[in-house]
């Protein structure tokens, strides 16, 4: 039987009736006129016109009429064959099912008999094998098997008209069946698998996005060009819109184009695409009909291309040929999907595109794609299923994914396998591979210490801890007015000079900028703050910020260079109520800007204190952090930023203290976008507001935030040279002496000499240290700028101070209680201290400023990124410096 098409489209909706087939209607019988022009019908057929008349009035009596609206099914394969039908008008498609889909067999039309070949069958072989489906709608006359039988018998014309139409029609098919096995064989290697009953996955914008695009794809018939990077799941979007076209029970193939033979003179071989004249038939020729995605379009030329585009556009494929041989089209109704990771257009043709966004900017459908993955690869090891938990959902939402879909995939594969029986949550080693670039050289604390998440998000810190801090603040400030005011007798100055300073500045090595947490300036600052919105309810001023960015600080460096000149010229470290006064001055200025402005001003861009903490916390080893993709994908309230109530937590090991409400950070800082420690205060606000477990305590490499693409400031790093210049003003004698000067005063009374001496020691450094960048940059131009390179003296500048502090830490720390003794009236004598000898300070000096020498070129080999030669200026000064303080210190 042949495969003749008429000129209806074959594109159809797939048919939705049931297993019942038509006509049920043995009831319905003609008028006397509808027999008559039944018999005028038959009488003009190709076939039926060659029977008498009597014979072809017998028919007509016996036909029933009916109707069949497009995509019904007349009959169904496998069902007992229950009469002969007769195509009016209309177009009825009969096709049989086969290993790779729909297997056309014939289309019928206006005058057609079909049904016949199963009537005339004996036996089980009485049943249908095929199926007919009417394409459009249709009008039939239906001749039920009795009938049809008693007609036989009585005419013997019909008998032997049906038995030559039979053995047409068996020889045909024979040569049908043959061309299918072919057909099958040419295509078993490119027939895929379709996604049943599977969506698109996803809640993301990108997500409705592309399932509004597929729903257009398989509402039409059109081609489909699909854009997206390789890992994004072109070949399930295209089995996708497949399964769900009118072309779902036809196949589904896929060519990749990149695999196609090279030919001799290194073009592509399209001869399995297109087909060639004379020789095998090609895919688009093999399917008939169907779907065929044909990927890496991209490689095949411009030619090939658009022979595509012709095919698309009148259905019939340009064989290959050799030049000599004249062009051969062959008719194919198999729609396209073009696929390629770079943007295509075929001219002329109208198409359905539909751009594949890769993983990383689907970051908020990774939680639903990680599940989906786990749950098949579970299904598949016939093990129960698996869950992520909130640090291994953080992984996974964190890494870049280059392979896109399929790496994620294949992480989780890898991870399923790796999970021992019997647990139930994949384990973070067996995530080993998928670390961001941002977390490299870094452990979660709060994941590797399960009790520190709990008592950082418990209501005692940092709010706990206050009430003790002001416990020891406020008596300790009292006494500086109101105790004695020497260095043995007073703790005040023994808390600030010889524990507070030394001990500050060592921690700032290990967790940054944690003092801000609990210090007494802000608490009282704070504490004022809620009082007096308490007492007159109102609403605070925003912050000034351009202002402040510009200017605030420069502010912050004249505090600090005004502190260092009181400090120097009225001897702080040796009068108790001066160092008082300065306690409360730093307060005081907390507590006015936190009555005007919102939350901590201060903190943040004013206080000197807080600027030297924010610079010397870029050297720790701890950093507060969250995961910028999961802020972004998951997160829609920004807590740790705005503040808000509180949030339910949703994922199954949650603490029941995580979605805090809280007031938001009090710096305004978003822990996704630190760029480093200098603007956050280890509050903890974050830790508490974030319901999706995006916050991490890292410990990191110390100074990392200097190490890649930092970015300073002019005043930030007027600071840094001015603390490492306090070291040499602390020891202005010493130096003085050295010069011949020893006689001059450095106090309050001879300011006109003492202050230009103090300012111009503080300066030493940035002299030394622009004169020697001056020098680096004429051995190498390529050299950073100076406000870069001045970061990688910062752990110097930390050690400098530090060393300064060890012997006040060393010999009078551990008298603490005899001085507190001596502070309440008492003579102190008898109680225990714990103290060492100026030997063991001038060691541990020595260590301190060694350990500087040693770490500081690591630094400043990264901020440069240029060779040890072209840093050997700087190099040399940091010798030089270690030296001197060497001689100044110890």
């Known amino acids: 039987m042949d495969c003749e098409t008429d000129s209806q489209n074959p594109f159809q909706p797939e048919p939705t009736s049931s297993d019942e087939t038509l006509p049920l209607i043995a009831g319905k019988v003609q008028s006397a006129e509808e027999i008559a022009d039944c018999q005028t019908w038959l009488s003009f057929h190709r076939l039926w016109g060659q029977l008498p008349a009597e014979a072809l009035a017998a028919i007509a009596q016996a036909l029933h009429p009916f109707r069949a609206e497009a995509q019904t099914l007349i009959y169904q394969e496998g069902h007992p064959a229950t009469g002969l039908y007769i195509l009016k008008w209309g177009a009825v498609e009969i096709y049989r099912l086969s290993p790779i889909g729909k297997s056309l067999i014939r289309q019928r039309s206006a005058g057609d008999l079909f049904g016949y070949v199963s009537l005339m069958a004996q036996g089980d072989r009485g049943q249908h094998q095929t199926q007919a489906i009417a394409l459009t709608a249709c009008e039939l006359w239906f001749l039920p098997q009795a009938q049809f039988r008693q007609l036989m018998q009585q005419y013997a014309e019909i008998e032997h008209l049906f038995n030559g139409l039979l053995a047409q029609d068996l020889n045909a098919f024979s040569a049908r069946i043959a061309q299918e096995q072919r057909r099958i064989q040419g295509l078993r290697d490119y027939i895929h698998a379709v996604p049943t009953g599977e969506a698109i996955l996803g809640s993301s914008k990108f997500s409705q996005k592309l399932k509004d695009s597929v729903d257009q794809a398989t509402a039409t018939i059109q081609p489909v060009i699909l854009q997206g990077p390789p890992g994004t799941g072109k070949i399930f979007l295209a089995g996708l819109i497949h399964s769900r076209s009118g072309l779902a029970d036809q196949p589904f193939a896929k060519l990749d184009c990149a695999q196609l033979p090279r030919t001799g003179d290194g073009s592509l071989d399209t001869d399995l695409l297109f087909g060639r004249l004379g020789s095998a038939p090609g895919l688009i020729e093999l399917l008939e009909r169907g779907t065929l995605l044909l990927s890496n379009l991209q490689v095949l030329s411009g030619e090939d291309r658009d022979r595509l585009a012709h095919y698309c556009n009148t259905r019939t494929i340009l064989l290959n040929a050799a030049s000599s041989e004249p062009p051969k089209a062959v008719q194919s109704w198999v729609r396209l999907i073009l696929a390629s990771p770079e943007k295509l257009v075929l001219p002329g043709v109208k198409a359905v595109a539909i751009k594949l966004f890769s993983l990383p900017q689907r970051k908020a459908d990774i939680p639903d794609f990680a599940q989906f993955f786990l749950a098949r690869f579970c299904q598949e090891q016939s093990r129960p299923p698996l869950s992520l938990d909130q640090a291994d959902l953080r992984r996974l939402i964190s890494y870049d994914y280059p392979g896109n879909l399929g790496e994620l995939a294949e992480i989780l594969h890898r991870a399923v396998i790796m999970t021992p029986p019997g647990q139930t949550v994949i384990p973070e080693q067996a995530l080993w591979s998928v670390q961001s670039a941002k977390n490299a050289f870094r452990v979660d604390l709060l994941t590797q210490l399960p009790w520190l998440r709990r008592?950082?998000?418990?209501?005692?810190?940092?709010?706990?801890?206050?009430?003790?801090?002001?416990?020891?603040?406020?008596?300790?400030?009292?006494?500086?007015?109101?105790?004695?005011?020497?260095?043995?007798?007073?703790?005040?100055?023994?808390?600030?000079?010889?524990?507070?300073?030394?001990?500050?500045?060592?921690?700032?090595?290990?967790?940054?900028?944690?003092?801000?947490?609990?210090?007494?300036?802000?608490?009282?600052?704070?504490?004022?703050?809620?009082?007096?919105?308490?007492?007159?309810?109102?609403?605070?001023?925003?912050?000034?910020?351009?202002?402040?960015?510009?200017?605030?600080?420069?502010?912050?460096?004249?505090?600090?260079?005004?502190?260092?000149?009181?400090?120097?010229?009225?001897?702080?470290?040796?009068?108790?109520?001066?160092?008082?006064?300065?306690?409360?001055?730093?307060?005081?200025?907390?507590?006015?800007?936190?009555?005007?402005?919102?939350?901590?001003?201060?903190?943040?861009?004013?206080?000197?204190?807080?600027?030297?903490?924010?610079?010397?916390?870029?050297?720790?080893?701890?950093?507060?952090?969250?995961?910028?993709?999961?802020?972004?994908?998951?997160?829609?309230?920004?807590?740790?930023?705005?503040?808000?109530?509180?949030?339910?937590?949703?994922?199954?090991?949650?603490?029941?203290?995580?979605?805090?409400?809280?007031?938001?950070?009090?710096?305004?800082?978003?822990?996704?976008?630190?760029?480093?420690?200098?603007?956050?205060?280890?509050?903890?606000?974050?830790?508490?507001?974030?319901?999706?477990?995006?916050?991490?305590?890292?410990?990191?490499?110390?100074?990392?935030?200097?190490?890649?693409?930092?970015?300073?400031?002019?005043?930030?790093?007027?600071?840094?040279?001015?603390?490492?210049?306090?070291?040499?003003?602390?020891?202005?004698?010493?130096?003085?002496?050295?010069?011949?000067?020893?006689?001059?005063?450095?106090?309050?009374?001879?300011?006109?000499?003492?202050?230009?001496?103090?300012?111009?020691?503080?300066?030493?450094?940035?002299?030394?240290?622009?004169?020697?960048?001056?020098?680096?940059?004429?051995?190498?131009?390529?050299?950073?700028?100076?406000?870069?390179?001045?970061?990688?003296?910062?752990?110097?500048?930390?050690?400098?101070?530090?060393?300064?502090?060890?012997?006040?830490?060393?010999?009078?720390?551990?008298?603490?209680?005899?001085?507190?003794?001596?502070?309440?009236?008492?003579?102190?004598?008898?109680?225990?201290?714990?103290?060492?000898?100026?030997?063991?300070?001038?060691?541990?000096?020595?260590?301190?400023?060694?350990?500087?020498?040693?770490?500081?070129?690591?630094?400043?080999?990264?901020?440069?990124?240029?060779?040890?030669?072209?840093?050997?200026?700087?190099?040399?000064?940091?010798?030089?410096?270690?030296?001197?303080?060497?001689?100044?210190?110890?």
């Open 455 to 890: 008592i950082l998000l418990s209501r005692w810190y940092p709010e706990g801890l206050w009430i003790v801090m002001m416990a020891v603040f406020v008596p300790v400030t009292l006494a500086g007015f109101l105790g004695p005011q020497t260095r043995d007798s007073s703790v005040t100055l023994n808390f600030f000079w010889a524990w507070w300073w030394p001990g500050y500045l060592l921690l700032f090595a290990f967790i940054g900028r944690l003092w801000c947490a609990v210090c007494p300036f802000m608490i009282t600052a704070e504490w004022l703050r809620r009082f007096s919105l308490w007492l007159f309810p109102r609403q605070q001023l925003p912050w000034p910020t351009r202002w402040l960015n510009r200017w605030g600080a420069w502010v912050l460096f004249g505090g600090f260079v005004v502190i260092y000149l009181w400090e120097k010229l009225w001897d702080l470290p040796h009068h108790a109520y001066l160092s008082a006064w300065l306690l409360l001055a730093i307060t005081a200025g907390a507590v006015i800007f936190s009555l005007i402005y919102e939350r901590r001003l201060w903190c943040r861009y004013l206080c000197p204190i807080g600027g030297m903490n924010g610079m010397f916390a870029k050297l720790s080893m701890v950093e507060l952090r969250s995961t910028q993709q999961v802020c972004g994908s998951q997160c829609s309230t920004f807590g740790c930023y705005k503040g808000s109530d509180a949030t339910p937590v949703t994922f199954a090991d949650a603490l029941p203290t995580e979605g805090q409400a809280t007031g938001g950070c009090p710096l305004y800082s978003h822990p996704a976008q630190l760029p480093d420690n200098r603007d956050c205060v280890l509050c903890m606000t974050c830790l508490k507001a974030c319901p999706h477990r995006s916050v991490q305590l890292n410990l990191r490499f110390p100074a990392s935030d200097l190490l890649d693409n930092h970015q300073g400031n002019g005043a930030e790093a007027a600071l840094l040279l001015l603390l490492l210049g306090g070291v040499f003003m602390h020891h202005s004698q010493q130096i003085l002496g050295w010069l011949g000067f020893s006689g001059v005063a450095m106090d309050a009374g001879h300011l006109g000499i003492s202050t230009p001496i103090a300012l111009a020691l503080l300066s030493i450094p940035a002299g030394l240290t622009y004169l020697t960048h001056a020098i680096a940059r004429r051995l190498d131009p390529a050299q950073p700028a100076y406000l870069t390179v001045i970061y990688a003296y910062l752990p110097f500048t930390l050690a400098a101070n530090l060393a300064h502090y060890i012997p006040a830490a060393m010999t009078e720390a551990g008298q603490i209680l005899p001085v507190l003794a001596r502070t309440l009236g008492y003579s102190g004598a008898g109680l225990p201290t714990l103290t060492w000898s100026a030997d063991v300070a001038q060691f541990l000096q020595g260590v301190t400023l060694l350990s500087a020498l040693v770490f500081s070129p690591y630094p400043l080999l990264r901020i440069t990124q240029r060779s040890l030669l072209s840093n050997l200026p700087h190099l040399v000064l940091m010798a030089g410096l270690s030296l001197l303080f060497f001689m100044l210190l110890i």
